[in-house]
C-alpha cells in the first residue's frame, strides 16, 4: 500500500507545532501576536491546498500578509472617514 500524504492543512499545523519553542522563549503579548498570526496561516489553508507544496511555510508567510493587508485597508478607511468628520480649522492646534 502506498504513502499517505498529509493534507496541506496537517502541513500547516506541523508547521506551526515545529515553532512551539521559539513561540515559548517570547513574551506574552509576543505569544498572542503570532498565535494570531498562525491562525491567518490555518484560516487560508485551504487555498494553500491549491499549490500543492511540500513545504507549508512561503504559503503561511502570505496568507499572514494578507490577513494584515486586510487589517490595514481597515484602519485606514477608519482614519478616513474620521478625518472627514472632523472639523477642518486651519488655526486648531496651533499656540497663541
Known amino acids: 500500500m502506498g504513502r499517505t500524504l498529509a ?3 496537517q502541513l500547516v ?3 506551526i507545532d515545529s515553532w ?3 513561540r515559548r ?3 506574552c503579548e509576543d505569544q498572542r501576536a503570532l498565535d494570531v498570526l498562525f491562525a491567518a496561516a490555518r484560516q ?3 487555498a494553500g491546498a491549491y499549490l500543492a507544496r511540500e513545504t507549508p511555510f512561503e504559503v ?3 496568507s499572514m500578509l494578507i490577513e494584515q493587508q486586510k487589517q490595514v485597508v481597515t ?3 477608519k482614519v478616513m ?3 472627514t468628520r472632523m472639523p477642518h480649522d486651519s488655526t486648531q492646534g496651533m499656540a497663541s
Open 7 to 9: 493534507t496541506f492543512t
Open 13 to 15: 499545523q506541523q508547521e
Open 20 to 22: 512551539s519553542r521559539y
Open 25 to 27: 522563549a517570547l513574551r
Open 44 to 46: 487560508h489553508a485551504s
Open 60 to 62: 503561511m508567510l502570505l
Open 75 to 77: 484602519l485606514q478607511q
Open 81 to 83: 472617514t474620521l478625518e
